[in-house]
C-alpha cells in the first residue's frame, strides 16, 4: 500500500515526486519518459536559475535530483484508475497493478494530430511531432511546420539552421506565437510563410514526398514538395484512463481547484494534464509542489 502514486515524468510529477521524498511518504512515479513537453524545447529561457538551457538538458538536470531522493520511477503507462473503497487501484498497460491512498494525476499531454488522409500511413517515414527529436534527421532537405504558435515557430527556427527551405503553415490569417519568435521568423532567409493555410492530405512513396494545401481564403489548391512535416499545432490532455467520476471540461483537461483538489476526493491533479492556464514549466512545477502538499494534507485528515 502506498501513499502516493503519482502519474507522469515531467515538471508536475517530478516536483511532486521530491516533495513526497520530503515528507517520507511511500511513493511511486509512472511514466514512460522524463520531462515530458519540456524535455522538446530547444531552448528554456524563463525557467528561474538558467539564462538559457535546453529542454532536454533541464530535463536531464529534473531527473537527477529526484534520483538523489531515491524515487522509485517505473517505465509504464497507466492504464486504468479505480476507487477501492477508502483507497485506489491502478493498472498498467504493462501488467503491474498498485495501491495507494491518494494519486496525483500530472499525466500532461500528447501531440494533436492533423487527421488528415496520409498521416497515419507516414508517421515516422516523414511525419514527426517533436523537432528537438528528429529535426537532424531532415538536414540538407526542405520541410514543412504545421503551427504558428509558439511550438511551431520554435521547431522552425531549429529546422532552419539546417534545411534550405522550411515552410510555416498556419491556418489562421496571422501567426499566433510570441512577437519575440515572429521576429526571429521573419529574419530568417529560408523560411516560408504560409497564412490562410491548411493541410488536407499527405503522400509518397515508401517515405512521405510531398503535401497537398488549401488556401482557406481562396480556396485555392496546391502541392509542396517535402521530405518531413512537423505537426506543431498543439496537445490533447492524457485522461483516457481516468473514471468518469474524475470530472474534465470542455477541452479535455482534469477541472481542480486552487489547491490541487479534483472532483474525486484522494485523487489530485498537476501541470499540463489540468485546467490552469498558462501551460509553462515553471507553473507545472509550482502545481506538482501544490498538489503533493495537497495530498499530505489529506493523507493527515484520513
Known sequence: MLDVLIIGGGPA??????????????????SPDVGGQAAWASEVENYLGYSIISGFDLAEKFEDHVKRFGVERLDDRVAALHKNGRTFVIKT???REFESRTVIVASGRSARN??????????????????????????????????????????????????PTVY????????TGDKKFQQRIRRAKNVRLLTDTEVTS??????????????TASGEESRIAVTGVFV????????????????????????IDCACYTS???VFGAGDVTNIPNKQIIIAAGEGAK????????????
Open 291 to 302: 498538489a503533493l502538499l495537497a495530498a499530505n494534507d489529506y493523507l493527515i485528515h484520513h
Open 232 to 255: 506543431e499545432i498543439g496537445a490533447m490532455p492524457n485522461v483516457g484512463f481516468l473514471p468518469p467520476e474524475v470530472k474534465v471540461n470542455k477541452r479535455g483537461e482534469v477541472v
Open 168 to 175: 510555416v503553415i498556419e491556418s489562421e490569417g496571422q501567426l
Open 93 to 95: 498497460m504493462g501488467g
Open 264 to 266: 474525486m476526493p484522494g
Open 13 to 30: 510529477g517530478m516536483t511532486a515526486s521530491i516533495y513526497a521524498a520530503r515528507k517520507v511518504l511511500s511513493q511511486i512515479l509512472i
Open 202 to 215: 499527405i503522400s509518397g512513396g515508401k517515405m512521405l514526398e510531398s503535401l497537398a494545401v488549401r488556401n
Open 114 to 163: 492533423l487527421g488528415v488522409p496520409g498521416e497515419e500511413e507516414f508517421k515516422g517515414k516523414g511525419v514527426t511531432y517533436c523537432a528537438t527529436c528528429d529535426a537532424p534527421l531532415y538536414a540538407g532537405e526542405d520541410v514543412a511546420v504545421v503551427g504558428g504558435g509558439n511550438a511551431g515557430l520554435d521547431a522552425a527556427l531549429q529546422l532552419a539552421r539546417m534545411s
